[in-house]
């Protein structure tokens, strides 16, 4: 992650690059909605709370980078980071999600990134208080160093051994931190909790139904079982309890909170599904009730959660759609004033599949050669063999249903399905993937129209 004191547009745009091939114009629209945000959090109190994010409709086919864009711009800023469809939300009275749980969802994400961070800060702590446990799991009845008295003699030896007390117990320690211990069992209590057999929350929420989460195991019951488990596994039991002892949860609720109110972004991908034309009937009803549900969720409005009313005034939107059969003009008027930014992103050629296989950081022949390489054989593409996929790429998608940078994948695992099927029996072998032998690999299939459609 950058830090906000030097995340500009002009770097925001730099760090997209490393992962996103073109889209020049929708990169830099995201930046300067970045960098407001982050411009607003400077401002006087008075005046912050009346700058409204500027939210964008992407406008495009699939697979040229728009969820990739919105995804790596979150990362960037840490900021918390849902994706939805609207396609998935009904409008209120039918049977589907109501448009509030994106927020909802939304709390969920941020709650997960605070308290993970949280959790770093105390997990020397933890790691600390979990190797204790594990020698009193290891040494019954063996007292610590500062414990004063040893134990009875009684007591049982672990290991075998006769000696009682610290010396014993610093012994285990050494054994336990060079691993000489990590397959020994011990007993830990694990949590168990009983679920209802009716399926009375079907579809629904816990907000919905107002219950108190935190009143759960009430309803559920919840007990603790021992079980035999290996010290490694009781290691990870162990810490993840007292990482979740020492981390202050009303701490984590207050910042994550804030954090989804202030840096959010929610991005609803598919929104021109739910755009109704004009002089039509039927479905498109409820699709226009789906974008009412959803204005006042973008206008400004409070959502209840279980950690708590949220705002969701400041959550940037971003929305994205193909608009093959409709376009933005289709969303109610109200609805299109409160996304203020269009951006088209544009379809991708064949100098940018030759890009897209090459030069990002995650390259999709980095990803195979990478994939390939841990059964020990080695993949070399010749530029000429990186060239032909991208021409068929783009012959592909003109041909049939442009799909974009998504293309590359479905030819790639053509190409590659005899090596992937033999690496294990090949390897130390070298495969060289020239022109020659995509064309041997896929000829065929691109001279016949239906097999196109089928295949690739």
């Known amino acids: 992650m950058i830090d906000e004191d030097t995340l500009t547009p002009r770097q925001i745009v730099e760090e997209l690059d490393k992962y996103i091939i073109g889209q020049g114009k929708a990169k830099r629209s995201v930046a300067i ?20 994010p500027k939210n964008i409709i992407m406008i495009g086919p699939t697979g040229v980078g728009k969820t990739e864009i919105a995804r790596r711009l979150s990362r960037l800023c ?21 448009v509030e749980s994106m927020i909802r969802d939304l709390m969920s994400v941020g709650l997960s990134m605070v308290k993970s961070e949280f959790q770093e800060k105390v997990k020397e702590d933890a790691e600390e208080r979990t190797e204790e446990e594990l020698l009193d799991l290891l040494l019954p009845g063996v007292k610590k160093k500062n414990d004063g008295k040893e134990a009875d003699a009684g007591a049982a030896a672990a290991g075998g051994m006769a000696e009682r007390g610290p010396q014993t117990r610093e012994k285990f320690r050494k054994m336990l931190r060079d691993g000489l211990l990590e397959d020994k069992s011990v007993e830990v209590d694990i949590a168990k909790r009983s679920t209802p057999s009716m399926q009375i929350f079907s579809g629904t929420s816990f907000e919905e139904m107002d219950i108190n989460l935190g009143n759960l195991s009430n309803l559920f019951g919840s007990k603790k079982k021992r079980n035999r488990v290996s010290v490694k596994q009781a290691r990870e039991i162990l810490l993840a309890d007292e990482m979740d002892k020492l981390v202050d949860m009303d701490r984590v609720v207050e910042i994550a909170k804030q954090r989804v109110e202030q840096m959010g972004i929610i991005f609803l991908d598919e929104i021109d599904k739910i755009a109704a034309k004009a002089n039509r009937y039927g479905g498109d009803v409820s699709r226009e009730g789906v974008q009412r549900d959803i204005l006042p969720i973008v206008e400004g409005s409070e959502v209840h959660t279980r950690s708590g009313m949220v ?4 959550i940037l939107f971003i929305a994205a759609g193909a608009f093959h059969m409709s376009k933005p003009s289709d969303l109610i008027p109200e609805l299109q004033g409160r996304f203020p930014l269009r951006v088209e992103l544009q379809a991708l050629t064949k100098g940018d599949f030759v890009k897209i296989l090459t030069q990002p950081k995650n390259a999709l022949i980095k990803q195979y050669e990478e994939l390939i390489k841990t059964e020990d054989v080695t993949l070399v593409f010749d530029d000429e063999a990186i060239e032909r996929i991208s021409e068929i790429a783009t012959t592909v998608n003109s041909q049939t249903e442009n799909i974009g940078a998504r293309r590359l994948h479905t030819i790639i695992e053509a190409i590659l399905e005899e090596v992937s099927f033999s690496a294990p029996e090949i390897r130390g072998q070298t495969i060289n993937i020239t022109r020659h032998y995509v064309d041997e ?16």
């Open 33 to 52: 909605a970045l960098r407001n945000r982050l411009r607003r959090q400077k401002l006087p109190e008075d005046l912050r709370d009346e700058v409204a």
């Open 78 to 98: 840490g900021a918390p980071f849902l994706k939805v469809e609207a396609t998935k939300y009904t409008e209120v009275g039918y049977v589907g999600r109501d």
């Open 311 to 314: 705002d969701t005034s400041h």
């Open 441 to 456: 690999k896929l000829n065929d299939i691109v001279a016949d129209r239906d097999l196109t459609r089928f295949i690739l």
